[in-house]
């Protein structure tokens, strides 16, 4: 499967893009007051923004997903909590890029200082936001669909080694078996 089949995939193939974006903004921000070189600035509000256009691509992709996936009641909670913070981080990033597109050349020491630190504590909210997204599939199993997750546990169940014939668990065409297609394969 090269291309994703459901809401939840395509919410975890659109995620990590403005996240990334918004740590290199942060980051492009204080190598510009570093080096004191405005062209890194430029860097900082081109990724801010583009981050900001990514960010609502995987809201939306997000709200969507959680009405579709399979889960049970007890993700609910970290599944709000990340709908929660995910809103909250794409408004104030969108808030940010609007300030400093707005004060594009006058910010002042005190100034930029302030949005520094509101774009760090961004930075920090959104680590813990992508957490969260990450505790709903791999500590909650939302997301994974209720055959599948059946089947891994069943394959577990029944052990498994490392031998393949090629060396790996991948058949000869480059495709990820599914659990019905296991390879055998064991943890020394």
């Given amino acids: 499967m090269l291309w994703p089949q459901s809401a939840a995939q395509w919410h975890a193939a659109l995620n990590d893009f403005p996240s990334l974006l918004f740590v290199l903004a942060f980051a492009f921000e204080l190598a510009a007051l570093a080096a004191k070189r405005e062209s890194l600035r430029t860097v900082a509000l081109w990724s ?6 990514g960010s609502l691509v995987a809201l939306f992709s997000g ?3 959680a009405n579709l ?5 007890s993700v609910h909670l970290v599944m709000a909590r990340h709908q929660t913070l995910a809103v909250a981080i794409t408004i104030l990033f969108a808030g940010l890029a609007v300030w400093r597109i707005w004060r594009r050349t006058g ?3 005190r100034e930029r200082s302030a949005f520094l630190t509101v774009s760090g504590l961004g ?5 813990w936001t992508t957490h969260l997204g990450g505790a709903i599939v ?4 939302g997301g994974v669909p209720t055959e599948v997750l ?6 577990r169940q029944r052990g498994h080694t490392h031998e393949s014939a ?3 668990d991948a058949a000869p065409n480059g495709e990820v078996p599914s659990q019905s297609e296991g390879t055998a394969h064991q943890h020394d």
Wanted: net charge negative; aromatic share 6%.
């Fill in 69 to 73: 996936i399979d889960h049970g009641g």
């Fill in 123 to 127: 930075v920090v909210a959104l680590l």
């Fill in 138 to 141: 791999y500590e909650y199993g």
């Fill in 150 to 155: 059946e089947g891994a546990l069943q394959e």
């Fill in 107 to 109: 910010m002042r020491s």
């Fill in 48 to 53: 801010l923004s583009v981050g900001v256009g």
């Fill in 63 to 65: 709200l969507r997903a």
């Fill in 166 to 168: 090629a060396g790996t």
